[in-house]
């Protein structure tokens, strides 16, 4: 009884300044859940909003395509991460030839007729025009390609970068860039509805969709501009 009676004195007595016999306080150790960085510790790497990657290239014209070299991809998805996480405005568009946009018939799950913008469509765009419809045409990029997205990063190819369809009723679309003395150029851009919920015959159908409205138009020039 003298033992615990002494036990307890000395435990009701912790915080006192006349009991030296009180151990130390510990500190919990910190939660990994909720513990910022470590003094010291490297800090993480950003998602990337661009790699290298596939991309279906059924609806990019043999004359659009490029084959790059390691270094030029690499060059490439630089650019792609530093246009696509910033308010930079990025790519030039070519002011000969300006750029050139198609898109398949959308997949909305609703009976037609279906309104205009839903129809497959293909589109030439100078100056002013063409930096209007790049903008748009990035912000579909940021929506899929964002380190959050679960789709995400964007998909590089050679000179094609594509993002897929966040899932039904969306659609998959990429950009074609063309190299130039004074840097990657915008050459044309493309939507087609594939989101894997589509049978096989669909998909491919937008993707020839495409691919006509872009050779269709690949021989266009702006106003004013001499042919290349």
């Avoid at 300006?98 to 765009?125: C, N, T, W």
């Amino acid at each position: 009884m003298r033992l615990v009676s002494a036990a307890l004195g000395v435990l009701v007595g912790c915080g006192a300044s006349a009991a030296p016999l009180c151990p130390e306080p510990v500190a919990p150790p910190p939660d990994p859940a909720t513990a910022g960085p470590q003094a010291g510790a490297e800090p993480a790497e950003p998602e990337p909003w661009a790699i290298r990657g596939e991309c279906n290239l059924a609806g990019v014209p043999e004359s659009m395509r490029q084959t790059l070299t390691d270094e030029e991809s690499d060059a490439l998805i630089a650019r792609m991460h530093e246009w696509l996480e910033s308010d930079w405005h990025g790519f030039a568009i070519p002011e000969q030839t300006g750029m050139l946009f198609a898109k398949s018939e959308d997949d909305i799950g609703a009976d037609p007729p279906y309104p205009r913008s839903f129809l497959a469509q293909g589109v030439h765009a100078c100056s002013l025009e063409g930096e209007w419809l790049l903008a748009g045409i990035k912000q579909a990029f940021r929506r899929h390609g964002a380190p959050e997205s679960r789709n995400a990063p964007i998909a590089c190819a050679h000179n094609v970068c594509c993002y897929t369809a966040l899932g039904e009723y969306d659609s998959a679309g990429g950009i074609v860039f063309a190299r130039s003395p004074n840097g990657w150029q915008v050459r044309a851009a493309y939507q087609a509805a594939d989101n894997g919920t589509l049978m096989q015959e669909t998909i491919d159908g937008s993707y020839r969709v495409v691919r006509g409205h872009l050779e269709r138009l690949a021989e266009e020039t702006c106003a004013g501009e001499p042919a290349p």
